[in-house]
């Protein structure tokens, strides 16, 4: 039975933004059963739409990460980058973004410029340009500091058609690099912990390895999705659920660098879980799979590329996870909040 | 000399967001130096993109309105209206919306649903759908409740150009009714006002009101804006400033009703300074004025409507007020902030 009645008591709690299981349920359980459309019930990183006989995508995020600088990134280089990051996962050569500011009475102006400059930076560096904004003020104590919205549109590819739901039994499933570092770095940074310059966010925009794949292996890749919120457990569950296949995925192939995976021990957390900004999952057709793997590590500058996993002809929905040990279990979705404000 | 140097311990003020003179210099001397681009250079409600061979509108607003219910509307009729009335002042029909929201930890679940009917509702007044969405959800005190980002786009209709730029001298300067009424009905609501049911909202996406006006009259409407944050006052400023020509505003002409009036001398307000969220200002040729003005008491449902002033000959750049009283003056660029989170 669902926790949304009308005239319940209920209330929001973090695990909501999570990207795990609680999130999806207030997602389809609240927010769908209001807005049900056609272009937002795929669920993908960025909807497709048809206007003035092209195909567009479309993508929105709000950023609310703290602190706001941490090693490898800031709030602006990751509001840049995360929508970027999603039109790419739709397959669309990004080209305009809006940006909305949220700012609190009395933030540093200073700071305010040094985010913008990260913007600049990291919209050059993904081609892309401030085509409108927004600018709200509000009182002191009603925000704290700084949030962002981005949206972003651009036109998808020719030939290339990537859905969460296109996943298909025989696929293989791919990373593109390590994982979790965005994550780690933003949770170190926040907890006051000295990791020694081992470990920065891979925020990035991801233009210059998404678009080449694409344009040498369109139809043969079948989604893209980046595991923000949530990590790869969250994005395998929901191409899982949304192509309604199984995955099997191979825990001692999911590259994660060691101070990840030290810093992951420390705290309890399991990197399947940690969000990384600059990283995707690929779902591709087999017969292409090595040859992706190939382009990626060899011209693309993802040397910890690796093929993770495959879909399975097994009962869907789920991802079964077979561990390093040589053991079997389900992997679920998140389901709490482990990770408030990371992205 | 601009207050905004780096390695000052300068802080953003409320009325940096406050649509007024000082918004406008952090838009100038902070915003646009690093974010310089030629869609957003015009500083119109919305920018205008080339993309697969057609016009598109683009834009984007947050909405962090307090308190988020109100009489005649609340924060989901406004998230939606806003942009939407925003892609109407480029010419566009609006098409397609994303939605963010961030909320707070422990806002209420039924709250929540209260905003998405109608949110969902006046979708549906404004024949848009929500393409694409994003929810984040902060710990409780790190933002007030709810915030609401929408960003929209829509196809520019043929023949139409308008923008700020294009007033010229000899235009008429209509607006669409009564202004201040959003304003006035937000602060009442806010402060424990009883206002005996006199004052709504204006809050509405203009949709059957812009479009048919336009695809009647296309290429004599040079400019529209819908007069939000700063009221008319900033409204007119703004466009004075980009067209460089005066305006000459006839105080007694312009549309206040009875009720707004009168709070506005208990609360010390200007109209004239007030936000309207289902208003707009048009700035139209001499030849077609008239016409206009009936079209919209007539057909469109705008009783109010009135030409309200005129594009000078003059130097140019400000908007000169002839007040009830007989007087002159110049109308200023509000400067300070007057009403936080009234949008």
């Given at each position: 039975m669902s926790d949304f009645r009308k005239g319940s008591e209920e209330r929001i709690l973090l695990a909501h933004g999570a990207g795990g299981s609680l999130m999806h349920r207030l997602i389809k359980e609240v927010l769908l059963k209001y807005l049900d459309s056609e272009e937002l019930a795929p669920l993908d990183d960025a909807a497709e739409l048809a206007v003035d006989g092209g195909r567009l995508a479309f993508s929105t995020d709000s950023f609310v990460v703290k602190p706001v600088f941490y090693p490898g990134g800031d709030i602006g280089s990751l509001a840049i980058s995360g929508t970027v990051n999603d039109l790419l996962m739709k397959g669309a050569r990004p080209s305009h973004l809006s940006l909305g500011f949220v700012l609190e009475e009395g933030f540093l102006v200073d700071d305010l410029m040094r985010i913008l400059e990260s913007i600049r930076q990291?919209?050059?560096?993904?081609?892309?340009?401030?085509?409108?904004?927004?600018?709200?003020?509000?009182?002191?104590?009603?925000?704290?500091?700084?949030?962002?919205?981005?949206?972003?549109?651009?036109?998808?590819?020719?030939?290339?058609?990537?859905?969460?739901?296109?996943?298909?039994?025989?696929?293989?499933?791919?990373?593109?690099?390590?994982?979790?570092?965005?994550?780690?770095?933003?949770?170190?940074?926040?907890?006051?912990?000295?990791?020694?310059?081992?470990?920065?966010?891979?925020?990035?925009?991801?233009?210059?390895?998404?678009?080449?794949?694409?344009?040498?292996?369109?139809?043969?890749?079948?989604?893209?999705?980046?595991?923000?919120?949530?990590?790869?457990?969250?994005?395998?569950?929901?191409?899982?659920?949304?192509?309604?296949?199984?995955?099997?995925?191979?825990?001692?192939?999911?590259?994660?660098?060691?101070?990840?995976?030290?810093?992951?021990?420390?705290?309890?957390?399991?990197?399947?879980?940690?969000?990384?900004?600059?990283?995707?999952?690929?779902v591709v057709d087999a017969s292409v799979a090595d040859a992706v793997v190939e382009l990626l590590r060899n011209e693309l500058a993802c040397p910890l590329a690796a093929k993770i996993g495959d879909v399975a002809d097994s009962e869907g929905g789920f991802v079964q996870l077979h561990t390093t040990s040589g053991g079997r279990r389900v992997l679920d979705m998140p389901a709490g909040e482990l990770l408030p404000r990371i992205c």
């Amino acid at each position: 039975m669902s926790d949304f009645r009308k005239g319940s008591e209920e209330r929001i709690l973090l695990a909501h933004g999570a990207g795990g299981s609680l999130m999806h349920r207030l997602i389809k359980e609240v927010l769908l059963k209001y807005l049900d459309s056609e272009e937002l019930a795929p669920l993908d990183d960025a909807a497709e739409l048809a206007v003035d006989g092209g195909r567009l995508a479309f993508s929105t995020d709000s950023f609310v990460v703290k602190p706001v600088f941490y090693p490898g990134g800031d709030i602006g280089s990751l509001a840049i980058s995360g929508t970027v990051n999603d039109l790419l996962m739709k397959g669309a050569r990004p080209s305009h973004l809006s940006l909305g500011f949220v700012l609190e009475e009395g933030f540093l102006v200073d700071d305010l410029m040094r985010i913008l400059e990260s913007i600049r930076q990291t919209c050059r560096e993904a081609q892309v340009g401030i085509a409108t904004g927004d600018t709200k003020v509000v009182n002191r104590g009603d925000v704290d500091g700084i949030f962002i919205n981005t949206a972003g549109i651009g036109s998808i590819l020719p030939g290339v058609s990537l859905s969460g739901r296109n996943a298909k039994p025989g696929d293989v499933v791919i990373v593109s690099g390590g994982i979790g570092e965005h994550g780690i770095a933003v949770m170190a940074e926040r907890n006051g912990l000295k990791l020694g310059g081992d470990i920065a966010s891979d925020v990035m925009p991801m233009n210059e390895i998404v678009l080449p794949l694409l344009e040498r292996f369109a139809g043969s890749v079948h989604a893209l999705r980046d595991p923000t919120r949530g990590g790869l457990a969250a994005s395998l569950n929901e191409i899982a659920e949304a192509s309604g296949v199984g995955i099997v995925l191979e825990e001692s192939a999911v590259p994660v660098r060691e101070p990840v995976q030290a810093v992951c021990e420390l705290l309890g957390f399991d990197p399947l879980h940690v969000p990384c900004e600059g990283r995707f999952l690929a779902v591709v057709d087999a017969s292409v799979a090595d040859a992706v793997v190939e382009l990626l590590r060899n011209e693309l500058a993802c040397p910890l590329a690796a093929k993770i996993g495959d879909v399975a002809d097994s009962e869907g929905g789920f991802v079964q996870l077979h561990t390093t040990s040589g053991g079997r279990r389900v992997l679920d979705m998140p389901a709490g909040e482990l990770l408030p404000r990371i992205c």
